[in-house]
């Protein structure tokens, strides 16, 4: 079975300045999804960005971009130019290509400071 | 607004009563799922419905019952719950196995059940 360890259970930045959130997986398979979900105070869980593991690019959605390591089995998330609006709780997720089960990590709440 | 709706958002119940929550998708998404986020625990999922039948059941207790009537409703049916059952429940959906699983799911709100 797979899993998804998100090791910083917080984080903090300063407003405008990046932060990394770092999370790793278990998988025996080659090919799957890996995303990251924003679940701010509104409990509304927002797919921020996602990266398909056969793809060497790493993706990138405006500020966000992912440092995706598969050898390491690595899968980061840069936030740059950091807003008031990124605090939230940071979700880590994987998907098998061959099946719909999301498998979380148990998060990070990040705090943004003004 | 996201596309999947649930409610009640709030939900307060005794352990010997009976109610159900509500998730709705007007997506064209075939594929729902239910999930269980509790304090500083990743989050659980519960249940799988593809194309209105249920593709997995995670060991979840009987006092939890899904129902999923066609491929835009979602139902979860509680019946003498535990405190321990507290929690914030939440839906989603998405594209069916096979299709388009490059995508993550759409979430609603949830519902934050609260058994007392």
């Known amino acids: 079975a797979q899993t998804v360890t998100q090791s910083q259970p917080e984080m903090s930045v300063q407003e405008a300045e990046t932060v990394t959130l770092s999370c790793t997986y278990d998988?025996?398979?080659?090919?799957?999804?890996l995303f990251w979900y924003k679940q701010p105070p509104s409990r509304q869980m927002i797919l921020v960005i996602r990266?398909?593991?056969?793809?060497?690019q790493n993706a990138t959605e405006n500020r966000f971009s992912v440092n995706f390591q598969k050898a390491a089995k690595s899968f980061s998330l840069k936030i740059s130019d950091s807003q008031l609006g990124d605090a939230a709780m940071y979700f880590c997720?994987?998907?098998?290509?061959?099946?719909?089960?999301?498998?979380f990590g148990a998060g990070t709440i990040l705090r943004v400071k003004s | 607004e996201t596309g999947v709706t649930q409610t009640p958002r709030h939900l307060v119940m005794g352990m010997t009563n009976k109610k159900s929550l509500k998730c709705e998708q007007h997506?064209?998404?075939?594929?729902m799922y239910w999930y269980k986020q509790s304090a500083k625990k990743p989050l659980e999922l519960m249940f799988v419905?593809?194309?209105?039948?249920?593709?997995e059941n995670n060991s979840v207790p009987s006092r939890f019952s899904p129902e999923c009537p066609n491929s835009s409703h979602l139902f979860l049916h509680l019946h003498t719950l535990q405190p321990e059952d507290s929690a914030l429940y939440l839906c989603?959906?998405?594209?069916?196995?096979?299709?388009?699983?490059?995508?993550?799911?759409?979430f609603g709100s949830g519902t934050r059940l609260t058994v007392v």
């Open positions: 989603a959906s998405s594209q069916g196995p096979g299709l388009m699983i490059n995508y993550g799911y759409t």
């Open positions: 990266q398909e593991a056969y793809k060497q």
């Open positions: 997506l064209g998404h075939n594929a």
């Open positions: 997720a994987y998907r098998s290509r061959g099946g719909n089960k999301l498998v």
């Open positions: 419905y593809n194309f209105k039948e249920q593709t």
């Open positions: 998988t025996s398979e080659s090919d799957y999804y």
